[in-house]
């Protein structure tokens, strides 16, 4: 079975500095895979997402991820992270049609 | 595009009775749509998965008698908790993805429904 694994519960970063959310995955063939954001009280909004192709994946917001098959990895980054961008994120894989989710990680941002 | 809605945002029932849940893909139509629990602090619980037109498929764990899945079309899935207990206060959240538009699957989020059962 596939696994999400999100090594970082919670993180803080001051306003303006730069930001990588990590998220690791398993899986034997190429994966879909997705970083979603949540606020408080919130539903899940799509970030981006990497089916195939280029392997640096612009999304919305100001953020990309890279894939990296060799290790296996999908992390997510931003190079000026704005106070509004708190919330929780999501790394997520399709495992037959099904999202797989990693634990997530708080993002706190520092005035 | 893609936006799919949730209704009630929140509600607040009493021990014993059932709650309907309605979700809703407001500018597409999904051929398949999902109901997760969230807790507090927490990942995604996948309950069930709901294709148009057919029964849904319950994870293993959901009792599919006290949580009951209907997609009766290509936009609306509801979810009615029956006999609701304080167990089952929780957040539900729903997402929508339509498998014919080659998007690979992707599911597209409600904004959730806060329910509390006193």
């Known amino acids: 079975a596939q696994s999400v694994t999100q090594p970082d519960i919670h993180i803080t970063v001051s306003e303006g500095a730069s930001l990588e959310l990590r998220c690791n995955y398993s899986y034997g063939a190429t994966p879909y895979l997705f970083w979603y954001v949540q606020s408080p009280g919130q539903g899940l909004q799509l970030l981006l997402k990497?089916?195939?192709?280029?392997?640096l994946v612009q999304g919305i917001k100001g953020f990309e991820a890279e894939f990296k098959r060799s290790q296996s990895s999908f992390n997510l980054r931003k190079p000026s992270v704005h106070w509004s961008d708190a919330a929780e994120y999501f790394c997520?894989?399709?495992?037959?049609?099904?999202?797989?989710f990693g634990q997530g990680t708080e993002l706190s941002v520092k005035p | 595009g893609a936006v799919v809605s949730q209704h009630p945002s929140w509600v607040i029932c009493k021990s014993g009775t059932s709650v309907k849940i309605e979700c809703r893909s407001l500018?597409?139509?999904?051929?398949?749509m999902f109901w997760y629990r969230q807790f507090p602090k927490q990942s995604l619980m996948l309950m069930a998965t709901?294709?148009?037109?057919?029964?849904?498929?319950?994870e293993q764990g959901v009792e599919k008698d006290k949580f009951l899945i209907n997609h009766a079309s290509l936009t609306l899935s509801t979810l009615t908790v029956t006999s609701a207990h304080p167990e089952d206060s929780s957040f539900y959240i729903c997402s929508a993805t339509n498998r014919r538009s080659g998007s690979g699957d992707t599911q597209y989020f409600g904004p959730g429904t806060r329910l509390t059962v006193l």
């Open positions: 997520a894989v399709n495992q037959g049609g099904k999202l797989i």
């Open positions: 709901s294709n148009e037109g057919s029964k849904a498929t319950y």
């Open positions: 990497y089916f195939s192709g280029d392997t």
């Open positions: 500018d597409f139509q999904a051929t398949t």
